[in-house]
């Protein structure tokens, strides 16, 4: 079955950096799309970053356009992203996202905490 790993999530200071990975399993990978989405407290989940089955196709939100890179491996199946200066508006709980036959699958999240 479809199964997506977040991992690399943590506490960090204003303008440190993060890398977040995810780790895909159960689908043909390199035939999709991935995104990162990311759900504060008391806020709806948002989209973050969408990057196309082959890589040569990337999409940010605004919030993070210029700060935020999102990027995979076909051979791993994984999709990562590459956090730059980071700001308090930044924590959340991200998540890896895959739709499969039209089925949205989501990992299990990993926090990033952006506080001094």
């Known amino acids: 079955q479809v199964q997506l790993v977040e991992s690399g999530g943590g506490l960090v200071q204003p303008g440190g950096s993060l890398r977040l990975s995810c780790a895909a399993a159960?689908?043909?990978?390199?035939?999709?799309?991935m995104r990162w989405y990311r759900q504060a407290p008391g806020k709806e989940r948002e989209l973050v970053a969408t990057?196309?089955?082959?890589?040569?196709?990337?999409n940010y939100a605004d919030s993070v356009k210029g700060r935020f890179t999102i990027s995979r491996d076909n051979v791993k199946n994984t999709v990562s992203l590459q956090m730059n200066s980071l700001k308090p508006e930044d924590t959340a709980v991200y998540y890896c996202n895959a739709i499969v036959a039209t089925v949205r699958y989501w990992g299990q999240g990993t926090q990033v905490t952006v506080s001094s």
């Open positions: 990057i196309s089955n082959t890589g040569g196709s990337t």
């Open positions: 159960g689908f043909r990978f390199s035939n999709y799309y």
